[in-house]
């Protein structure tokens, strides 16, 4: 006799809305319904959101401040806060943390959970729709959620589900939801695949339902593989559980102590570049950093310092740098040094933009995507180059690379 276990899959996929622009009207609700940007006030920033009212003159994140306001003059300009948004990004991941024991925090306002199991006790669609609405009731942010069987098609759903909306997709009906979006809509195609799609005549996401997988392949390599996958409705990606780690760490120790100032400089800077990388691969910033010196006595020394909220190398290269200067004082031979980025929070390269310039930016996400196909190394400052094999770049936030790459230009 035969059992066949068959347990419904549900995944869930939540996403604050404009979140950025949302906190800014709890604080201050007298922009409730003004056109709102938010982002790098300076003549160079860039827009790290906009509320809806402003998309309809042409205005997206990751767009010129400058041009933004030319394209919406009478919007209100502000500069973002990184603390802020934490902390309200925090209360949420609270209350999704009493309602699910495995969720994912993939940036600092969206989240997957794996409600799977969940169906014969609650409903997994009427228990999704209670968390949501506990989030708006409890903190004032809207907040959109989609259900399906999977991350991607709960991910293309909850964007369709926006603004402060829900949508749920039965199982089996994947492919006829996902088929009269536009092939933008997939998560993964960024501007340059819609493009190389849009040029073979690729508009729609059933043409692509409609075409054999080699085809997509030949044309795009690998990720063509998964586009056709998931605009046929498929992934199997799991849920990463989150952990709230509030602090990461490198230190080295020499095989020989060493008096070589510039070679430890080079060494700390390394470190930084390694940390720095490992930050932005996990979405987070920091707001403490500590230098650690050892002498070849034993004794050891270490001194920190707060800054504002970053994930930036040449923001964090010439503090760490300046704090090392001041704690090695004995001109004595080092035995060990390290550093140590602490006060984590959740955060993006968007918040990044309310110091950084657009070339910043677009540096940032360059090397970073050398890096993530490249290996960790492959992309280092000159000065950097001595100090060899600092540690390995795995995510120390999930131990696994990110779902999508840090960055939401779209
Ligand atoms: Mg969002």
Not at 104 to 110: A, G, Q, T, V
Not at 156 to 170: R, Y
Not at 204 to 222: A, E, N, W, Y
Request: aromatic fraction near 10%.
């Amino acid at each position: 006799m035969f059992y066949v276990l068959f347990v419904f899959l549900a995944l869930l996929h939540l996403d604050l809305d404009t979140f950025y622009v949302s906190v800014e009207r709890i604080i201050n609700t007298e922009l409730q319904s003004k056109p709102l940007l938010v982002g790098g006030t300076s003549d160079r920033g860039v827009v790290a959101a906009c509320s809806y009212e402003t998309r309809g003159f042409g205005v997206h994140s990751g767009m010129p401040m400058k041009m933004a306001k030319e394209l919406c003059p009478e919007a209100v300009v502000i500069r973002g806060n990184a603390g802020t948004y934490s902390k309200y990004s925090d209360v949420v991941t609270e209350i999704i943390k009493e309602h699910v024991p495995l969720f994912e925090k993939s940036s600092i306002d969206e989240f997957y959970a794996d409600l799977s199991g969940m169906d014969r006790f609650f409903g997994c669609y009427k228990y999704a729709s209670e968390m949501r609405q506990k989030i708006i009731k409890e903190t004032g942010l809207p907040i959109s959620f989609g259900l399906s069987v999977n991350k991607v098609v709960s991910k293309v759903a909850t964007n369709e589900a926006k603004p402060n909306n829900q949508l749920k997709i039965d199982f089996g009906l994947e492919k006829p939801f996902l088929a009269p979006l536009s092939i933008k809509k997939i998560p993964m195609v960024g501007d340059k695949t819609y493009q190389t799609l849009r040029n073979l005549g690729i508009r729609k996401v059933k043409t692509v339902q409609k075409m054999p997988m080699d085809i997509m392949q030949r044309v795009l390599g690998s990720n063509g593989r998964i586009i056709w996958k998931r605009a046929n409705g498929m992934d199997n990606t799991p849920v990463i559980p989150f952990h709230d780690r509030k602090s990461i760490s490198t230190e080295r120790t020499f095989d020989r102590d060493t008096i070589d100032v510039t070679k430890l400089k080079g060494i700390l800077l390394a470190m930084t570049e390694n940390l720095a990388y490992q930050l932005r691969r996990g979405d987070k910033l920091t707001a403490c950093i500590t230098v650690k010196i050892r002498y070849s006595d034993f004794n050891t020394y270490s001194k920190q310092l707060r800054i504002p909220y970053t994930s930036a190398d040449h923001i964090l290269i010439p503090k760490i740098l300046g704090l090392f200067n001041t704690l090695y004082s004995k001109r004595m031979l080092v035995r060990l040094i390290g550093i140590r980025f602490s006060h984590l929070v959740s955060g993006n390269y968007q918040i990044n933009l309310f110091e950084d310039t657009e070339e910043a930016l677009n540096l940032y996400q360059a090397m970073d995507y050398v890096r993530n196909r490249f290996g960790g190394r492959s992309v280092i400052r000159a000065s950097a180059m001595g100090a060899k094999t600092i540690g390995s770049m795995y995510n120390p936030f999930n131990g696994q690379p990110p779902v999508v790459l840090a960055h939401r230009k779209q």
